[in-house]
Every structure is written in C-alpha cells, then in structure tokens.
C-alpha cells in the first residue's frame, strides 16, 4: 500500500483547507483509514480516523472543525479543516492499517495557519 496525500498550504485563521490521501496497491486490505499529524515540539498525534464500517472518530482538539471523510471511490479520503487556528499548524499524514495490521504512511503534508 503506497499513500499520497496532498492538499496542505498555508491559510490564514479562521479559514478552511481540504486534505487528500490516495491509496495504491491493494486498498482492498485496508481497514482503517486515518490523519494523524505532527506539531512542533510535539509526537505525532491522531486527529481523524474512519473504518471500513464507516465508524469516525475526532481527536477533542478538532472535534466540531475538522471531518474525516471517505471519497466516492475506495481509496481516497480527505479531512475538511473548517475554522483552522494557529495551534494547527502541523505536518499532517495520513494513515491506513490493514486488515493484517500493517501500518502505512504518506508522505506528510505541512499547514501553516497564520493568525
């Protein structure tokens, strides 16, 4: 499984940006499809996650601003970042785990919020 996510920039508080993952190679494994991202001074954190039952889950610290959703094809997912503050500014990865449990990484993709 390879991921690509893209979609981040820099955008000014209180503002919105969409990021995107596709996912290549057997999708077909995955189960769980997720954000995660990195702040700095600080470990790498989930943000988002959504699993092939369509259960969502929010970290608090975004929970009513950013949404996980999936694509209208299989293997693609997005998180919608709705009212962006400073503290948001992170590289954000997405995520997948199969149903092996093999844990795969995009790149990362750096948001910058400015206030």
């Given at each position: 499984?390879?991921?690509?996510?893209?979609?981040?920039?820099?955008?000014?508080?209180?503002?919105?940006?969409r990021?995107s993952?596709?996912?290549?190679?057997?999708?077909?494994?995955?189960?769980?499809?997720?954000?995660?991202?990195?702040?700095?001074?600080?470990?790498?954190?989930?943000?988002?996650?959504i699993?092939?039952?369509?259960?969502?889950?929010?970290?608090?610290?975004?929970?009513?601003?950013?949404?996980?959703?999936?694509?209208?094809?299989?293997?693609?997912?997005?998180?919608?970042?709705?009212?962006?503050?400073?503290?948001?500014?992170?590289?954000?990865y997405?995520?997948?785990?199969?149903?092996?449990?093999?844990?795969?990484?995009?790149?990362?993709?750096?948001?910058?919020?400015?206030?």
């Amino acid at each position: 499984v390879q991921l690509q996510a893209s979609g981040g920039g820099s955008v000014q508080a209180g503002g919105s940006l969409r990021l995107s993952c596709t996912a290549s190679g057997s999708i077909n494994v995955i189960a769980l499809k997720a954000w995660f991202r990195q702040c700095p001074g600080n470990q790498r954190e989930i943000v988002a996650s959504i699993a092939s039952d369509g259960a969502i889950t929010h970290s608090d610290s975004v929970k009513g601003r950013f949404a996980i959703s999936r694509g209208a094809v299989k293997n693609t997912w997005f998180l919608q970042m709705d009212g962006v503050e400073p503290e948001d500014t992170c590289v954000y990865y997405c995520n997948a785990r199969t149903i092996g449990n093999s844990v795969y990484w995009g790149q990362g993709t750096l948001v910058t919020v400015s206030s």
